[in-house]
């Protein structure tokens, strides 16, 4: 069975620091991989996706790293703000799945102000 | 286009009865997956439409659950009889090929 590990599994910070979400997985074929967040009872919203060919992908504070040959991904979110605050996914779609996610059991962040 | 819609957001049924939720996806988008999320857990893949045709389903997707994407535009998802272990929250996404994925905002199931 294929899995997706997200660590740690909750995170409190204060508000400015620097951090980082770890997520491994055990598919050697993927060919993306996709960071989400979601906010408590609400729908996932896409924050970045990483082609099996590329190494990184940033959009404003947010940069995300791709290792396809160890298995890992992180995500960095700069000068955390108390509006991150939210669950974090990664997922991964696998060579042959048209495009389904697997995904990991998420990063429950917290900043303070 | 205001990305993925899903109606209703919040469903209250009683054990035994029947549901339908409806998905909207993005309407350039021919691939289109319904996931259910339970408390604390990521997603999990229950079926997938490339325009109307149904390619794949998990075995999650038990006798109950029937899926639709009639003329390859908007999709529905049945529960029927619902049981209390159907309590989840359902998303659904939409996609181009290998691009990223759009998640709606999800129909809240609760099963009394």
């Known amino acids: 069975k294929q899995e997706v590990t997200q660590i740690p599994a909750a995170l409190s910070v204060p508000e400015g620091e620097n951090l980082v979400l770890n997520c491994s997985f055990t598919d050697s074929a993927i060919y993306n991989l996709q960071w989400f967040r979601q906010d408590p009872g609400k729908g996932l919203t896409s924050l970045l996706l990483i082609q099996s060919s590329q190494r990184e992908q940033t959009s404003g504070r947010l940069n995300a790293s791709l290792d396809k040959s160890s298995g890992r991904s992180t995500l960095y979110i700069a000068a955390s703000q108390p509006g991150d605050s939210a669950t974090y996914l990664c997922?991964?779609?696998?060579?042959?799945?048209?495009?389904?996610?697997?995904f990991g059991q998420g990063t429950i962040l917290t900043v303070h102000p | 286009d205001t990305g993925v819609s899903q109606d209703p957001r919040h469903k209250i049924t009683k054990r035994g009865q029947n549901v339908t939720f409806r998905c909207d996806p993005i309407s350039e988008h021919n691939r289109l997956y319904w996931y259910r999320q339970t408390l604390g857990q990521g997603p999990e893949f229950l079926t997938y439409?490339?325009?109307?045709?149904?390619?794949?389903k998990s075995r999650l997707l038990s006798d109950r659950f029937s899926a639709e994407r009639p003329k390859g535009s908007f999709s529905t998802l049945e529960i029927q009889r619902t049981e209390q272990g159907d309590s989840a929250m359902y998303l659904c996404?939409?996609?181009?090929?290998?691009?990223?994925?759009?998640f709606g905002q999800g129909t809240r199931l609760t099963v009394v």
């Open positions: 997922a991964y779609a696998g060579g042959t799945s048209y495009g389904k996610l697997t």
């Open positions: 996404a939409s996609s181009a090929p290998r691009a990223e994925a759009f």
């Open positions: 439409f490339q325009n109307e045709a149904q390619l794949e």
